[in-house]
């Protein structure tokens, strides 16, 4: 700037141009010149900038990237020759390099018809035919990098995706090209490019989560059609807030067990199963560490704070190799990361709970953190109820999640997360239970090249509960348990060419558990202390697979994964005999193993297998095979999962389970992919699934495998999702018709369960249906709708009685025979957006919401009373009644 000031103040030459393009140019030069024309000294000044001129008498025109021509070509207007293209600007009959029809690229044709971007600086004398674009994908909320972003010139064959670090590169023809940068999870962009040279394109991403306008779950249109791997959603988690649920809390498992295959026993029940799988076959990661409780409040709320998440991956068909260790899926939930240029935030007030979650930029463009609390204050509710039983119970939760995020440089980022939950409830005077999740995550992006990147992860996750029974008499104890995994886990991924892409790595966790321990309070109490002998396990693998395109139609997803699981001491483990039952008069003897001493091994290879076949461009057929081994199990007597449930891992006498599941599908998108239909058909086989004897004992017990059950298993099913992206009315349609079966059969009768044959497992519900929609009225006012209706679960009952030495006793049915009736419920919702002001200090959102308007009477549960002599059957039920909410957001 200083230069031009002193161009004008000492000659005649008057510059206009737009101040921007010197302030955000900062390679001008300067020096002492004379005896120089004004041409020449422009030159020189302008050297090393994109910044041309034109000088017009007295008068210089500064231009961003572009030359001013004063003449044109005489056959400036006629098309032309291959010939002609190839000379250089200046020759005889040449062209300006922006001449181009525009009708070859369809650009008129454009829903992005945007400006102009000029890349590099024009020459009258460059002979450059390709140049190259590089530069940098950030979100525009939050400024951090987005990997993975596909960056395509439309019409020719040339594309990248974005690196881990957010960076990207790739070599483009001068003149005009269309640009479009899409993802699966942000809204498509398109740039026009007029390419002069080598230069820099930063792009901001904006993520596709319009809340009125988009579908929560996202499929993303083509790429589920094309995508090799099939049965993987994403749940976008800050869309949810538009789906009436129970108390108007955000819930993302709640969300998910409205899609096909997902299912849980039964409202306000922790866990859920996923094609037929147990609770415990659902891998939930919070930024790479295991959360071994996700609810809050037995079931009720999650315990994944959804102020702080961003998105949920479930993979419940073709499970990556990279992921082991369960049977049925894996829940990947990533956390938000904060912005490293503004300050941020979003909170929100409910009739239980309140939530805030902060993010700051830490160093600018570098560093951020985020900061989420949550907390109920429900006390309040329980205080104000008649029922004086009820009036003294408690009922409270809290949770914390911390996440760091540094930029080191262009190769090199550090992402750190911290969470911490807790709650307490006490139903009886007497008795208070607490439970509590720990976890942290150590991550280290490294881009080694341009086609190889790296990630070392480190996690260490806890969970633990403990009842304080504290009786006024002489027997009040404490009791607790606790289970502790450290992992360490490093990520390759190489893109050896445009048909192979290779993702491999290594990864080993240690599992510790403490199986119980009960110690009596005061010194005069008749308990006997009991502590379980502490449990400790390695569990290892290294896993290599490769997304191969054979060609434009057909690709295959060819993974491997190779899992070693070492059961270690110290520890005291029974022999038992050979073909008999387990119980204390078949011990052959109990051998010792020293600390680290390995107790057992098992192990085996789990080949991944997904094929995808392109009928057309918006029509696929998909097919996978999966094995997968899981060493650590979870004990529990409930039908659904509890705080209370303990983890068992596979010894000496306790197998691992194992399961083989083979999947098949169809994918086609409607109406320009605004809607999107998929058919999936399943059949799960497995074995060693755990169950247990009649009257079984899991507490507390020193030879539990005495009291277990392992058997086979088997589930098929077919799923249908119809989903409407976008629009005035958008949402889904899921149905699911599927079968679980376990058969638990053995020579001795103590150990066989209805003579040997399969029966319905618990949570078998062949039918299920739902249906989650949300209808715009306005930019600011919408409707939405949740209905489900389940198959009645399965359930055992007393059929009659029989007197034997003199005790009349109960006779029951097969196990699982009969059913509980069918389940339904219709929620509500009015959502209403604060005004659209760009300069606010806080966006805000209503939510108004009826909670089973219709008021059904759903069972949880049977359970049957004997008075005078007979046997009488009730029914309880959770939420029998219109539960009105209303709940407010509020984002800046």
């Known amino acids: 700037m200083t230069a031009i000031q002193t161009i004008e103040a000492s000659t005649t030459y008057k510059f206009y141009f737009d101040p921007v393009w010197i302030e955000t140019d900062k390679s001008l030069i300067s020096g002492s010149y004379n005896n120089i024309t004004i041409e020449a000294l422009l030159e020189k000044i302008f050297s090393k900038t994109n910044l041309n001129f034109y000088i017009l008498k007295n008068e210089i025109i500064l231009t961003n ?362 139903i009886t005077s007497d008795s208070l239970y607490k439970y509590n999740n720990r976890l942290a995550s150590l991550k280290w992006n490294h881009s080694l090249n341009a086609k190889s990147k790296a990630a070392l992860i480190f996690t260490n996750s806890e969970y633990k509960f403990n009842i304080d029974y504290h009786s006024a008499g002489v027997n009040a104890f404490d009791f607790g348990y606790k289970i502790n995994e450290t992992q360490v886990v490093l990520n390759f991924n190489y893109i050896f060419s445009d048909k192979h892409k290779f993702d491999y790595g290594i990864s080993s966790k240690q599992y510790k558990i403490n199986p119980g321990y009960l110690y009596p309070k005061k010194t005069e109490s008749l308990l006997t202390p009991i502590n379980i002998d502490k449990e400790k396990g390695l569990e290892s693998a290294v896993y290599l697979s490769d997304n191969f395109k054979l060609s434009p139609k057909l690709s295959i997803d060819l993974g491997l994964r190779y899992s070693l699981y070492a059961s270690l001491g110290e520890s005291s483990q029974r022999i038992y005999e050979d073909n008999v039952p387990k119980n204390d008069e078949t011990v052959v003897r109990i051998k010792e193993f020293s600390n680290n001493e390995i107790i057992k091994t098992y192990g085996g290879l789990e080949p991944r297998i997904a094929i995808r076949y392109l009928l057309t461009d918006d029509f696929s057929v998909k097919a996978s095979y999966d094995k997968t081994y899981q060493y650590i199990h979870l004990l529990s007597s409930n039908t659904t999962q509890s705080p209370t449930d303990t983890w068992k891992l596979s010894d000496l006498n306790v197998k691992p389970q194992a399961a083989h599941q083979y999947s098949m599908g169809l994918f086609k998108n409607l109406n320009d992919n605004i809607l999107e239909l998929s058919v999936e058909g399943y059949y799960k086989k497995s074995k060693n699934i755990l169950d247990y004897k009649v009257g079984a004992q899991l507490l507390l017990n020193e030879n539990i495998e005495t009291e277990l059950l392992q058997g086979e298993g088997k589930a098929y099913g077919i799923e249908l999702l119809l989903k409407k992206q976008s629009g005035r009315l958008n949402g889904w349609l899921g149905y699911t018709y599927s079968r679980t079966f376990i058969k638990l059969d053995s020579q001795f009768n103590d150990e066989k369960v209805n003579n040997g044959h399969y029966f319905p497992a618990n949570f078998d519900k062949p039918h299920d249906i739902s249906a989650v929609l949300n209808y715009k009225f306005t930019k600011r006012y919408s409707f939405s709708t949740n209905f489900v209706y389940q198959t009645g679960r399965p359930i055992t009952l007393p059929v009659g009685a029989y007197t034997y030495g003199g005790a009349e006793y109960t006779l029951y049915s097969d196990r699982n025979k009969y059913r509980i009736p069918d389940y339904y419920r219709l929620d509500i919702g009015i959502n209403i957006e604060g005004t659209h002001k760009i300069k606010k200090l806080a966006h805000g959102f209503w939510n108004l919401s009826i909670y089973n308007v219709l008021g059904r009477n759903n069972p949880y549960s049977v359970y049957f009373v004997t008075d005078d002599g007979q046997i009488k059957a009730y029914k309880t039920s959770i939420f029998s009644i219109p539960i009105p909410t209303i709940t407010y957001n509020f984002k800046f």
């Open 65 to 426: 990237n572009s030359i001013i021509y004063d003449k044109l070509a005489d056959d400036y207007f006629s098309s032309p020759t291959p010939s002609e293209q190839s000379k250089e600007p200046g020759e005889t009959n040449e062209k300006p390099v922006f001449y181009q029809q525009y009708d070859t690229i369809n650009h008129s044709k454009s829903k992005n018809n945007n400006a102009i971007t000029f890349i590099g600086k024009e020459s009258k004398t460059a002979s450059k035919t390709n140049a190259t674009l590089s530069g940098y994908i950030k979100n525009a909320i939050t400024g951090k990098s987005e990997s993975n972003i596909a960056l395509k010139i439309r019409n020719k064959n040339i594309s990248t995706v974005s690196d881990n670090n957010g960076y990207y590169k790739l070599q483009v023809p001068t003149g005009i090209n269309i640009l479009e940068i899409k993802s699966l999870t942000h809204k498509k962009t398109t740039r026009t490019l007029m390419v002069y040279d080598d230069g820099e394109l930063d792009v901001e991403l904006f993520e596709n989560i319009n809340l009125l306008d988009d579908v929560i779950i996202k499929g993303s249109g083509p790429k589920k059609v094309e995508t090799v791997i099939s049965g993987v959603t994403t749940i976008d988690i800050e869309g949810i807030k538009n789906i009436p649920l129970i108390l108007g809390e955000r819930d993302i498992f709640k969300v998910a067990s409205t899609l096909p295959g997902i299912k849980t026993v039964g409202e306000g029940s922790a866990g859920f199963n996923v094609r037929g799988g147990k609770e415990d076959q659902n891998l939930i990661l919070l930024d790479n560490a295991t959360l071994y409780n996700p609810q809050h409040f037995l079931g009720f709320f999650s315990a994944i704070n959804p102020y702080t998440a961003s998105k949920a991956t479930i993979y419940k068909g073709s499970i990556p190799a990279e992921f082991g260790g369960r049977l049925s899926s894996v829940f990947d939930v990533t956390t938000k990361s904060a912005s490293a240029e503004k300050l941020t935030g979003e909170g929100g007030i409910g009739p239980v709970m309140g939530n805030i979650a902060i993010g700051t930029p830490i160093v600018k463009d570098k560093s951020s953190l985020l900061i989420g609390l949550r907390a109920t204050y429900s006390g309040w509710i329980l205080r104000s109820l008649d029922d004086k039983s009820i009036k003294k119970s408690q009922a409270s939760f809290y949770d914390g999640t911390i996440k760091h995020n540094h930029k080191l440089d262009k190769n090199n980022t550090f992402e750190t997360t911290l969470y911490y939950s807790h709650d307490d409830f006490s």
